[in-house]
C-alpha cells in the first residue's frame, strides 16, 4: 500500500487526497464496497432495525480486501434500541472480526464496563480501537492496560484538558486520528496531536503511519 502522510481511521465523508488515506465507514449496504475506496463496515448500535438482514450482507462483504475493519460497532446507553439487541449484533460483530482477523472499530457511550466485559467473554483477538476517545485518563489507562488502541477527533480541537492530559501521556504507538463526521480536516487533527505532545508535526506522521501499518495493514 502507497504510504500516504495523514490517515484518517475513521470518517463518514469520502474524501481523496495525495497526502490522506481516508478509511470510510459504512453501517449499512454492505454492497457499495469497491475498489475505489477503503472501508470500515458494521451495525451501528443506533441503526438496527434490520439487523438480520444487514448482518448477513455484513458477513458476505467482511472478507473483501478493501474492508480493514469490522465496525463501528458497540454499545451506546442513551439511544433508543433495545439493549438486549445491541449485546446481541455487538458479540456476532466480534465474533466476525476474530473470524476474519480484522480490528475492531468501537462505538461506545456510557457503556465502557459493559463493553470491556464483551469484549472479554468473547475473547476478541484483533486490535480494538475505541473512536472519538474523549473520555479521562484513568478510564483511558484501563483501556491502554488491555491492549486496546484510542483515536481522537475534533473533541480535541474544543481545549478540553481531560482529553488533551490523556494524549499528553499515553503511549504513541496506541494513538490515531480521526474526522468522524465533523468536516474538520485530518491535518488539523494531527497538528493539534503535535501541539498537545509538544513534538514536531512530523514526529506525529511518522507514529500514526507506523500504528496504521501495524493494525491495519497485517
Not at 50 to 73: H, P, S, T
Not at 145 to 154: E, P, Q, T
Not at 173 to 193: A, K, P, Q
Request: net charge neutral; aromatic share 10%; charged share 25%.
Amino acid at each position: 500500500m502507497i504510504p500516504f502522510k495523514y490517515y484518517d481511521i475513521h470518517t463518514h465523508t469520502q474524501s481523496h487526497s495525495d497526502e490522506s488515506l481516508s478509511v470510510l465507514n459504512v453501517h449499512q449496504n454492505f454492497e457499495i464496497v469497491d475498489n475505489n475506496g477503503l472501508y470500515s463496515i458494521g451495525l451501528h448500535p443506533w441503526y438496527l432495525q434490520n439487523a438480520k438482514v444487514d448482518f448477513e450482507l455484513l458477513e458476505g462483504n467482511a472478507g473483501k480486501k478493501q474492508v480493514l475493519a469490522i465496525g463501528e460497532c458497540g454499545l451506546d446507553k442513551i439511544c433508543k434500541t433495545d439493549w438486549e439487541l445491541q449485546l446481541f449484533y455487538f458479540r456476532r460483530q466480534i465474533q466476525l472480526a476474530n473470524l476474519f482477523s480484522k480490528p475492531l472499530i468501537i462505538h461506545c457511550v456510557r457503556a465502557f464496563e459493559e463493553v470491556i466485559e464483551v469484549l472479554n467473554k468473547e475473547k476478541v483477538e484483533v486490535p480494538v480501537v475505541f473512536h472519538g476517545y474523549n473520555k479521562n485518563k484513568i478510564l483511558a489507562q484501563r483501556l491502554l492496560s488491555k491492549g486496546y488502541y484510542l483515536s481522537f477527533g475534533a473533541a480535541i480541537l474544543k481545549q478540553n484538558a481531560s482529553v488533551r492530559e490523556v494524549i499528553k501521556k499515553m503511549p504513541q504507538d496506541r494513538l490515531f486520528g480521526e474526522t468522524d463526521n465533523s468536516g474538520n480536516s485530518i491535518v488539523d487533527i494531527y497538528r493539534c496531536l503535535a501541539e498537545i505532545r509538544k513534538t514536531e508535526l512530523e514526529t506525529i506522521i511518522l507514529q500514526l503511519q507506523n500504528n496504521f501499518k501495524s493494525v491495519f495493514e497485517q
